[in-house]
């Protein structure tokens, strides 16, 4: 893999030389961590029992209900404390949030999840849990989207992740070998990119293209789509140029900013066209949707964008990085109606759990990375969810996706990016695995959980 290092600075390379090295040693030394959090499903009947009792008292049994909470443990009390939030009870999630402080208090400290480096993940875990709660119940309902972190300070981060995980590889291989084979014989590779960050995926492809057993090089362009208050990448667009000069390789970038639905039709109808015209006179177009680092409301109006990209752009492949929790294909409950909040509280428990110890096993010997990483991508993500769920009507733009992505005929998988996902994740932790599903899906697990996934469709 060709990897870009941006301006190639002093400090960067020595930042870079830092992470190999890190990676050449955690390879040779991967174990696993033994957390109960996620591997045991909490029994919540007799509590909710002893809950009901209580709640039908009057006030003055408060008291009681705290004393019944002294003997639950923090499990009991986040899936509780979720089931007294959606009844909309004004007693309960008092006093459960009243024993969880008590419980996390060593770990929060100074109103900051990582500030305990002696308590384990599980308890940071947790804490970011209650936090997410504790914004719910304070606003009554939702909380306002918070402001994203600034990109400057997730990027250490996201880089760590990328060199010491099989996450961000995994996704960029899998999607990038579907690209190098559905465009082998084509003298322009198109890719339409709904998130591209620092376009770290697309120097890899890039290498690829110019590297790889075609007659001659093609021309790659790439098509940036940015929606809201996001802004495209000149960073990106600047080191993605130089890169494809080193390679010597055509290169075209353009960008599309679209604005969001309360903008007016008339706006969204003249994005569309405005994608449409970048798009003339390419003979194939590649969607790539990549949502598994976007905040929850943004992640519900990217998926409508994503589809109605689609229909006007017919595209020739559509490729979806997509964490488990929210992933557009999977086939909702209702068609109109989102999973209660306290069915996808305890959804979200066990895949953070489970994310939480895989990256625990990979960052064995690097608990200050892991931190970092806990503080600028896993805590943020965990209580934007916790907070934001059901904040948009009713979850049925997750379930119009669903729906319409049926419409789209899944393209198999081939054995050679089934058998290169294998060989990556087998250089991590023991409890990574890759499992191949029908439709055209690859999912990376941990311990057989699912946790990010890539799938392949073609109109």
């Known amino acids: ?26 390879a040779n030394d991967l174990l696993q961590d033994d957390f109960s959090f996620s591997n045991a499903d909490v029994p919540l009947a007799s509590f909710d029992e002893r809950l009901a009792v209580a709640a039908g008292q009057e006030n003055g049994n408060l008291v009681a209900v705290q004393e019944e909470l002294l003997m639950e443990d923090t499990g009991d009390l986040l899936l509780a404390g979720a089931k007294a939030v959606e009844a909309g009870d004004a007693m309960q999630p008092s006093a459960i949030m009243s024993r969880l402080d008590d419980l996390l208090a060593d770990v929060a400290g100074e109103g900051s999840c990582d500030a305990a480096a002696a308590a384990s993940p599980v308890d940071h875990l947790a804490c970011y849990f209650a936090r997410g709660l504790q914004l719910r119940i304070s606003s009554g309902a939702v909380t306002p989207a918070p402001a994203p972190a600034p990109a400057a300070n997730r990027l250490p981060a996201y880089q760590m992740l990328q060199e010491l995980t099989p996450f961000i590889k995994f996704a960029h291989f899998t999607a990038n070998q579907a690209i190098l084979e ?19 995926q697309w120097s890899s492809l890039m290498a690829d293209l110019a590297g790889g057993h075609r007659s001659s090089k093609p021309l790659f362009h790439l098509t940036v789509i940015t929606s809201g208050a996001g802004t495209p990448s000149t960073t990106a667009r600047r080191w993605l140029s130089e890169f494809a ?6 290169f075209r970038y353009s960008s599309l900013h679209v ?39 943004p992640l519900h109006r ?14 020739k492949l559509v490729i979806l990085i997509e964490d488990e929790l929210f992933r557009i294909s999977k086939k909702p409950p209702s068609l109109t109606v989102a999973p209660p909040f306290s ?29 970092l990483v806990e503080k600028e991508i896993l805590g943020p993500r965990v209580e934007d969810y916790v907070g934001q769920y059901g904040s948009l009507a009713g979850g049925a733009s997750a379930a119009a996706a669903g729906c319409q992505l049926e419409g789209l005929r899944a393209c198999e998988m081939s054995s050679f990016s089934i058998a290169q996902a294998k060989m990556l994740v087998g250089l991590f932790s023991r409890g990574f695995g890759v499992v191949h599903h029908e439709k055209g899906r690859l999912a990376l697990c941990w311990k057989s959980r699912p946790l990010t996934s890539v799938s392949i469709w073609c109109p």
Do not use: W
């Open 343 to 371: 069915e996808f509280f305890s959804e979200a428990l066990l895949h953070f759990s489970a994310l939480m110890e895989s990256m625990a096993s990979c960052f064995r010997s690097y608990e200050a990375c892991l931190r």
């Open 259 to 297: 604005h969001n639905d309360d903008d007016g039709d008339e706006r969204d109808d003249y994005d569309m066209h405005e994608l449409a015209r970048i798009c003339k006179g390419s003979s194939s177009v590649i969607l790539s949707c990549d949502t598994t680092n976007t905040p929850y409301t």
């Open 1 to 26: 893999m060709c990897e870009l290092d941006g301006d190639h600075s002093r400090d960067q390379q020595q930042n870079h030389d830092f992470l190999d090295m890190m990676v050449q040693e955690v």
């Open 245 to 250: 000069e080193s390679l010597d390789l055509p």
């Open 302 to 315: 990217l998926q409508l964008l994503l589809l109605g990209t689609i229909n006007i752009l017919h595209p």
């Open 182 to 200: 559905a465009t082998a014989d084509d003298s322009v590779v198109h890719v339409v990119d709904f998130n591209v960050g620092e376009g770290v």
